[in-house]
């Protein structure tokens, strides 16, 4: 059974950060490439970022709101994938979606990590 | 920065066909997709490159693109069906996301 497992929310400051963990099963991890999506509370689905496989040098794509302070990363030895967010923001209060590519769609999703940014 | 534009609300009586549209500069070349989500659930691919529908998927989800638009129908809609759907397309290596639709079977 494919799964995916967030990890790592939580309330953090203006300014702070946090990493976000996805630990995935039932799949060979290694070939996929793989994505973060957020949704503000009563919003709809934002696109994050991805992170391609090692035949694709692990590179990496970012949305424009989050490019300069958000870092995916992924260990696919132990078939996790982080997001590493800095200088977050009260807009990057979400529930935060580990998701599995599959021709351009995502076609695996975990349940999702909350997120609250706040003084 | 590309967009994609959907109908905040579409309405259907049970057993009827919805259609839900997704509009942008050439989305036929942009490997559309579709997904659903219920209340306090994660999203759910129901349609892929436009028209393929994922294993699991009921045949009454249907997809269609032409030029700027791209289509998901449900024919003979079910009470089930109620839900809130989000089309996404892929430009310039990123993805977009339309801000929803919710679909309310009557």
């Known amino acids: 059974e494919v799964q995916l497992v967030e990890s790592g929310g939580g309330l953090v400051q203006p300014g702070g950060s946090l990493r976000l963990s996805c630990a995935v099963s039932?799949?060979?991890?290694?070939?996929?490439?793989m994505d973060w999506v957020r949704q503000a509370p009563g919003k709809g689905l934002e696109w994050v970022g991805l992170?391609?496989?090692?035949?694709?040098?692990?590179?990496?794509e970012y949305a424009a709101s989050v490019r300069g302070r958000f870092t995916i990363s992924r260990d696919d030895s132990n078939n996790l994938m982080y997001l590493q967010m800095n200088s977050l923001q009260t807009e990057d209060t979400a529930v935060y979606f580990c998701?599995?590519?599959?021709?351009?769609?995502?076609?695996?999703w975990g349940r999702g990590t909350t997120v609250t940014v706040s003084s | 920065s590309y967009e994609v534009t959907q109908p905040p609300s579409v309405s259907v009586s049970p057993g009827e066909t919805a259609s839900i549209t997704c509009s942008g500069d050439?989305?036929?070349?942009?490997?559309a997709c579709w997904y659903q989500q219920k209340p306090g659930q994660s999203p759910v691919l129901v349609i892929y490159?436009?028209?393929r529908r994922p294993s699991g998927i009921p045949e009454r989800f249907s997809g269609s693109s032409s030029g700027n638009t791209a289509t998901l129908t449900i024919s003979g809609t079910q009470a089930m069906d109620e839900a809130d759907y989000y089309c996404?397309?892929?430009?310039?290596?990123?993805?977009?996301f339309g801000s929803g639709t919710k679909v309310t079977v009557l």
């Open positions: 998701t599995r590519e599959y021709f351009y769609g995502m076609d695996a």
């Open positions: 039932g799949f060979n991890f290694n070939i996929y490439f």
């Open positions: 996404q397309a892929w430009d310039s290596s990123t993805f977009v």
């Open positions: 490159q436009n028209t």
């Open positions: 050439q989305l036929g070349g942009k490997h």
């Open positions: 992170s391609r496989n090692e035949e694709n040098s692990y590179n990496t």
